[in-house]
């Protein structure tokens, strides 16, 4: 599954990855807002490991980190 995710990175546009790193900032800490979830998007958007370990985590439904 991990080469399929990491394919699936590479073929997201900008704004896709920023939309999926802000969805797993705010599902993980239920006190930011969308400005301080895009804020730290924009500042880890460029890190192809932690897109794709936001996915891989967001898929794997299990218990969040809180």
């Known amino acids: 599954m991990n080469k ?33 979830a895009y804020e730290r998007a924009v500042i880890h958007w460029g890190d192809d490991n932690l897109v794709q370990k936001s996915i891989e985590t967001m898929l794997s439904l299990g218990p969040t980190n809180r």
């Open 4 to 36: 399929s995710i990491e394919s699936f990175v590479k073929q997201l546009t900008y704004y896709e990855q920023i939309n999926l790193l802000m969805s797993f900032y705010m599902s993980n800490d239920a006190t930011l807002t969308r400005t301080e």
